[in-house]
T-cell receptor, first 115, second 115 residues
Framework: GAVVSQHPSWVICKSGTSVKIECRSL??????MFWYRQFPKQSLMLMAT?????????EQGVEKDKFLINHASLTLSTLTVTSAHPEDSSFYIC???????????FGPGTRLTVL | AQTVTQSQPEMSVQEAETVTLSCTYD???????LFWYKQPPSRQMILVIR??????QNATENRFSVNFQKAAKSFSLKISDSQLGDAAMYFC????????????FGKGTRLSVIA
């Protein structure tokens, strides 16, 4: 099956710094990518949807200036958490879909800890 | 807006026995897809089974099967011959068939398998 990778798998940063998370589709063209956030023992909450070459569409309540999403190519999307604070600590999961295909493939996730 | 409800936060089953996880959803769409995802301790999301709403026949994948009741908007997952490796969080998810829509997840059910 199709593979989606995320890097880094975990990151610890100081409050006030920015962190970039990469999401790559390894063997298919990810025309659409989704970014989710998952708190401990909770479900996946959609943060934003991005189509290659277009601006991301953010869900209500998600600050677009804080969570910068770039989907510049068909195989790479990045999520940058700007001026991170401890409340941004969470598990971030990306997911990708090719064209109008049904299946959505998930990356392994990135655990962000902000001290 | 579409919603997905999983009313069982936790379930347990004896090894080799059968367990059913419940899921209901709310939508005004006539055509859509339903999914069950498994999230083991590694937190990698794994597709277990999917169902197209236009298909009357219930989907099956080896030991996993669903009971899809479209009129009742119910989509339960049955796991037969439960194995220790089935222990995980299980998420029910919905996706409308029109447009480039994301998956909407339920809150999840934590399944424990007792040896």
């Amino acid at each position: 099956g199709a593979v989606v990778s995320q890097h880094p798998s975990w990151v610890i940063c100081k409050s006030g710094t920015s962190v970039k998370i990469e999401c790559r589709s390894l063997d298919f063209q990810a025309t659409t990518m989704f970014w989710y956030r998952q708190f401990p023992k909770q479900s996946l909450m959609l943060m934003a949807t991005s189509n290659e070459g277009s601006k991301a569409t953010y869900e209500q309540g998600v600050e677009k200036d804080k969570f910068l999403i770039n989907h510049a190519s068909l195989t790479l999307s990045t999520l940058t958490v700007t001026s991170a604070h401890p409340e941004d600590s969470s598990f971030y999961i990306c997911s990708a879909r090719e064209g109008g295909l049904l299946e959505q493939f998930f990356g392994p996730g990135t655990r962000l800890t902000v001290l | 807006a579409q919603t997905v409800t999983q009313s069982q936060p936790e379930m347990s089953v004896q090894e080799a026995e059968t367990v059913t996880l419940s899921c209901t959803y709310d939508t005004s769409e006539s055509d859509y897809y339903l999914f069950w995802y498994k999230q083991p301790p590694s937190r990698q999301m794994i597709l277990v089974i999917r169902q197209e709403a236009y298909k009357q026949q219930n989907a099956t994948e080896n030991r996993f099967s669903v009971n899809f009741q479209k009129a009742a908007k119910s989509f339960s997952l049955k796991i037969s011959d439960s194995q220790l490796g089935d222990a995980a969080m299980y998420f029910c998810a919905y996706r409308a068939s029109s447009g480039n829509t994301p998956l909407v997840f339920g809150k999840g059910t934590r399944l424990s398998v007792i040896a």
